[in-house]
């Protein structure tokens, strides 16, 4: 089976900074996303990478998170800083099988995902 870990969550005073990881044990992924979900809400894209390089991000981190793919490890990572309270999430790494990647707004879509991490949680208070 497919797995993919995520790891490096933990809590941080507001302004701070944490970095993501999200480790695969398949080499074929190369569409990958990071989605969150807060408490009582809905689960959300925060960033993504496509087949050809391109990122995409949500416009509440567009400035602060910087998405990344490290193909010959295996693993996708999230930069964030200046976090702020509402970044405190359940944040989930996510992957599609094959070269073509959602684009447009698609990328936000839960569907057009293959697999999922276990998620690692982020507290910023």
């Known amino acids: 089976d497919v797995q993919l870990v995520e790891s490096g969550g933990g809590s941080v005073q507001p302004g701070g900074s944490l970095t993501l990881s999200c480790a695969a044990s398949?080499?074929?992924?190369?569409?990958m996303s990071w989605f969150r979900q807060a408490p009582g809400k809905e689960r959300e894209g925060v960033s993504a990478?496509?087949?050809?390089?391109?990122?995409s991000y949500a416009d509440s981190v567009k400035g602060r998170f910087t998405i990344s793919q490290d193909k010959a490890k295996n693993t996708l990572y999230l930069q964030m800083n200046s976090l702020k309270p509402e970044d405190t999430a359940m944040y989930y790494c996510?992957?599609?099988?094959?070269?073509?990647?959602?684009?447009?707004?698609?990328?936000?879509?839960?569907?057009?995902?293959?697999?999922w991490g276990q998620g690692t949680q982020v507290t910023v208070s």
């Open positions: 398949d080499t074929t992924l190369h569409c």
């Open positions: 996510a992957a599609r099988v094959g070269f073509y990647c959602p684009t447009g707004s698609r990328w936000r879509a839960l569907g057009g995902y293959d697999y």
């Open positions: 990478t496509d087949g050809d390089g391109r990122t």
